[in-house]
């Protein structure tokens, strides 16, 4: 994960929504009213948002299909406790096992106090601690990649369910190994190699790390809403995520100084685990057991022919242009989950490099970049709902909004000077949590029920590949600019999104040619 945790956010498995067919997909779908008073109040919303053709939604259904969103903030809510925390443990044991100096001397990297000599110890550690980071995130992104090919089948094969808890279980088990780890350096000052980390990522690999959780998430999304109302429970879903990472970005800082690294990897262990058995308990599973002996045929499930399948899906020719417009949001998606993979990799040592920033400034600056973009978030509800009445194009406007915001926040990140100048980059990243949602929602719109979750099989294991070139890039254009200007790899990221703006707009123009066609489908 990282701060653009949602650009590794696939949905792998289709969606096998059941009892109400959708006259626009030729799908069956069981979006349904609330329980109780609040039954009277949805049906109204959904008629106002629903694309054309979606059927009105009146069976009930429990309540607890809205706990997804809480258990995912939760999830984020440890993985952020725990992310910064985690990248300074890297460095400080870089420093003492990985080069000998002292444990006293090696504390004092990335603090208030540090001199001249320390500025050039970590000048010197930091490299090697980025090859730390650059094995972890390989480890953690190639074995996940493999295992999203098959995601989508086991989910539609066991249910959403399962698949959930599997992730949970993987972040649990990184930070209990984690937490063992760092204990056995406090007790030897420091004198366990950092490369022991590398170790506590694999049982997360195995159970498909990010990809097995958004896979789940996001089809059990698709399962329980249709039509326009996945807008809004794709926001939803967003700002989850963001309001974790907001609170575990708080709290990480406070935590870290007044305890040790272990004490928090260990809350985190125990924050997963906690939700972990309550979903047990309480989460229902979208996928209705007569649907998923349908949805899995015995054969044909070696990798090549997979792959085949899945290009094949996303390849073959549409109508009204729909697989270059297709393909191009695809394309974006990939670019974002790249940016997000690659920065997140060397900000953390960029900040303390050009700003000499400790864990605890660092942190308070994630609070309150992860805190605009979910108000702003929040507000996307509202936004996309006014921009709805306006115009017959207002999820590929939010979605352009979105990328304009990363690239001027990105370029000013580059040429900051002042710590100041770090804050207003955030201002003007305002509304880049949007992108994603927005894009997700056009493929959902565009695609049969039945091809979705071909097409973001693909895009899923894409975008787990994405940070094994992201994050050897950024680290190779970081490392060597580090002496000259350590935040050009900003000027990179802001190219990259200029590319994401010229495609979103070569949509828009093909959208143009037929907007009676496509006014579902972007509105």
Known sequence: MNEE???HENLV??????REKDPETGSISSEESFDGSISSVVPSIIAETELPGDPPTSSPQSLRIYLLEPFILILLFAYNFSSTVLKNEVIYQSCTAGFGYPDSVCRL???????????RIEEQVQPYAANVTLAMRIVECFIPAFCGLFAGAWADRYGRKPLLMCSFVGYGLQYLISAAIAYGAMQTHGLVSPWWYVLSIVPLSCLGSSVTYSVAAV???GDVSVGKVRSYRMIAYELAIYVGLL????????AY???DSYIVFSISAISIFTALFLMTILLPESLPIENRTLSTSPSGTSVVSLLKNLWKTCTKPREHKNRFILLTIMVVLLLTAFV???????FYKFMRIKFHWTVKQFTEYETVSILVPAVAGSGGVLFIWSLRKCTKSAVLWLALVSLLSHFSSSLMKAFALVSWQIYVAIGLGVFKSLVNPMCRTMIINLLPADERGKVFALVGVLQALAPLISSTLYV??????LNSDPGIFNVFSASLFGIAIILLGMVWHKKARNQVYYEPVFK
């Open 109 to 119: 990297l990335g603090t208030k106090n540090a001199t001249n000599e320390t500025k």
């Open 13 to 18: 498995a289709k969606p096998q929504p059941s």
């Open 340 to 346: 997000s993979d690659g920065s997140n990799s060397v």
């Open 476 to 481: 190779a254009i970081y490392t060597r600019t």
């Open 247 to 254: 609170l575990g970005s708080f709290g990480s800082g406070f």
């Open 5 to 7: 945790p949602h650009a």
């Open 219 to 221: 089809c059990f999304i």
């Open 257 to 259: 100084e007044a305890t």
